[in-house]
């Protein structure tokens, strides 16, 4: 069974970088596309960007675009999440998935497996 695990949330300032990591084990990887989502307390999870199994197609929500940046690197079987210039509305739990498919999709249940999450935290 697949396992994700992501590192590198915490607390940054408004303005800030921060550079998110899911490490999948258990299974093949090469051949699956990614995803992050994320979720606030009291709101549904919601997407926030996608990529395809081989990194030819990026899928972003309207509100990260230009700031995020989804990447992978099948030798490590890791995906990426670069966030650039936070904002406090960018505060919540990250999770990463990933699903049977090569090509990336933006809804929950298009994917099937999640990571734990990791708490991104935006102050003013």
């Known amino acids: 069974q697949l396992q994700l695990v992501e590192y590198g949330g915490g607390l940054v300032q408004a303005g800030d970088s921060l550079r998110l990591s899911c490490v999948v084990s258990g299974g093949t990887f090469v051949d699956k596309s990614m995803a992050w989502f994320r979720q606030v307390p009291g709101k549904e999870r919601e997407f926030v960007a996608a990529?395809?199994?081989?990194?030819?197609?990026?899928q972003y929500a309207d509100s990260v675009k230009g700031r995020f940046t989804i990447s992978r690197d099948n030798r490590l079987n890791t995906v990426y999440l670069q966030m650039n210039s936070l904002k406090q509305e960018d505060t919540a739990v990250y999770y990463c998935?990933?699903?049977?498919?090569?090509?990336?999709?933006?809804?929950?249940?298009?994917?099937?497996?999640w990571g734990q999450g990791t708490q991104v935290t935006v102050s003013s």
């Open positions: 990529i395809s199994s081989n990194s030819v197609l990026e």
């Open positions: 998935a990933i699903r049977a498919e090569s090509w990336p999709a933006m809804t929950i249940h298009d994917y099937d497996y």
